[in-house]
């Protein structure tokens, strides 16, 4: 026999990976149209570190001269991509569930247990609900980095309509550059994910496609579940309801 | 938030995880599909007749929020700069006679006028100094000067051509063409211009006169215009015919 625990409700999971895809698209295509001006890069003065991109980066995924498809693409999958945003911060807020995701007075102090226990330099599992102090952190700053990318790109999308906006944002080619920065933050953000999900192992990914968690029968619990004794029922009484 | 738990056997852990899994394989494969399927769709001027659908609703939504008393934003002389970049040449073919050249304004009722650089001179001149925008991503803060759009079409008595819905430039040569909503046209800051930095306009910034439109991309801003007309259906866009947004409103 075995317990399941409910962690991502359905709605949570289609919010997660609708975002996928549609974070996939608006990267290429911010690709397609950033090639036509692409003057970003890591340096000082005349120094380059790093060029935003190489010539090797956008030949081998043909970026050159395609701004116009790379316009089309971007401003039709905005328009799902805000809405998915806008429908998970909504479900956040009337669920009730932002409670779990907003870091809160201890969270700063326990992200660095986290990243310490993570890295194999500190014992004993950091406290947690649903999510870690990091992970709060992580995902709270992945939605203000959403709101973000939604702002500067209404800015450099409508800079006279929305030119207030555009104002409070530093001006036209600051909004651009903070898009830019965003992007390159997503991305990141992304890579580490990716890292956290291999590194939590099979049940913590399971949990995001099926829903639930497999956690041990009650009698075995893991001192660092969270739920008090008293609300789970024993398997016995499961078994006869 | 309330955990929900439930005691199952071996094989519903394992039946309900199958499950959830054929679902995400299903939901990357319709992903997937809708992308190739995207991708063979037939084109409408040169973009993906789907995305070119979303495109006009987009430029529907936007025109209909469009409000004129919203401003580019303006700058002091000293930040406007020297070397304005040159982006474009078409329609700036050789064998242009200036001397020779009238602008052909054809009304309503089908009448052609031929207006000369002097007498548009003549009309209330306007200055402005904002940030000119490529559709490229690239902007630049830049002084232009010449006379309002609609200050223009009072003079000129154009009721019945401001009342439609787009106003159509072409370069003396047809080689480049634009059109333009109405509304943008009558911003108070669309000029005929025919001044750069306090100079004439140079040759390669479209001599005698071109459009300054500080609503819409720098794609919209023809240079030299040679013909201008008015209608109710969209005229020929060059960026238009090559899979660009016709709206191009900022």
């Known amino acids: 026999m075995k317990r399941t625990v409910k962690k991502h409700s359905l709605a949570i999971r289609w919010f997660h990976w609708l975002n996928f895809p549609l974070l996939a698209i608006m990267t290429w295509s911010g690709?397609?149209?950033?090639?036509?001006?692409d003057i970003y890069k890591l340096g000082w003065g005349n120094k380059t570190i790093l060029k935003f991109f190489p010539d090797s980066f956008n030949k081998a995924l043909n970026l050159?001269?395609?701004l116009a498809e790379g316009m089309a693409l971007h401003f039709v999958f905005m328009w799902i991509f805000t809405i998915n945003g806008l429908l998970y911060v909504l479900y956040l807020i009337f669920s009730k569930e932002y409670?779990?995701?907003?870091?809160?007075?201890?969270?700063?102090?326990?992200?660095?247990?986290?990243?310490?226990?993570?890295?194999?330099l500190r014992k004993g599992t950091p406290p947690q609900k649903k999510y870690n102090a990091a992970q709060r952190i992580a995902y709270t700053g992945v939605i203000i980095m959403g709101i973000g990318m939604l702002l500067t790109g209404m800015a450099i999308y409508k800079?006279?309509?929305?030119?207030w906006l555009c104002a409070i944002l530093g001006g036209y080619e600051w909004a651009r550059a903070e898009h830019f920065i965003l992007t390159i933050l997503f991305t990141l953000f992304f890579v580490v994910h990716i890292v956290q999900v291999m590194m939590a192992g099979w049940n913590n990914f399971r949990s995001m496609v099926a829903g639930f968690e497999v956690l041990p029968l009650k009698e075995e619990m893991d001192v660092s579940e969270p739920e008090p004794a008293a609300q789970a029922p024993t398997s016995h009484n499961l078994n006869n309801h | 938030m309330e955990k929900t738990q439930k005691i199952l056997t071996a094989a519903q852990v394992r039946n309900k995880t199958l499950l959830s899994f054929l679902f995400l394989f299903l939901f990357i494969a319709a992903s997937v599909f809708t992308w190739k399927w995207l991708q063979k769709q037939p084109t409408e001027q040169a973009a993906l007749k789907p995305l070119r659908k979303v495109l006009d609703v987009n430029e529907s939504i936007f025109s209909g929020m469009f409000n004129s008393n919203r401003l580019a934003k303006t700058y002091r002389k000293e930040q406007a700069v020297s070397k304005v970049r040159v982006n474009g040449n078409y329609g700036m073919s050789e064998g242009f006679d200036p001397a020779s050249w009238k602008l052909t304004l054809v009304k309503a009722n089908g009448d052609s006028?031929?207006?000369?650089?002097d007498e548009i001179k003549k009309l209330p001149r306007t200055e402005i100094i904002f940030n000119f925008k490529c559709i490229e991503g690239w902007s630049q803060v830049t002084h232009w000067g010449g006379v309002r759009f609609s200050d223009f079409a009072k003079k000129y008595g154009l009721v019945e051509e401001t009342q439609l819905q787009f106003a159509g430039l072409r370069t003396p040569d047809n080689e480049y063409y634009v059109g333009l909503d109405m509304k943008s046209m009558m911003h108070p800051q669309t000029l005929l211009c025919y001044e750069m930095n306090n100079a004439p306009l140079p040759m390669?910034?479209?001599?005698p006169l071109r459009l300054i439109i500080p609503v819409k991309y720098g794609v919209k801003h023809l240079k030299r215009i040679g013909t201008m007309f008015f209608s109710n259906s969209r005229p020929p866009d060059y960026w238009y015919e090559r899979g660009y947004d016709y709206y191009c409103g900022l």
């Open chain 1, 159 to 163: 800079p006279v309509q929305l030119n």
């Open chain 2, 113 to 117: 006028l031929f207006i000369s650089l």
């Open chain 2, 204 to 207: 390669n910034q479209g001599y």
């Open chain 1, 64 to 66: 050159p001269f395609r």
């Open chain 1, 31 to 37: 690709l397609l149209i950033y090639w036509a001006n």
């Open chain 1, 99 to 120: 409670k779990l995701i907003l870091p809160n007075r201890h969270s700063l102090k326990e992200a660095w247990h986290v990243i310490l226990h993570d890295l194999h």
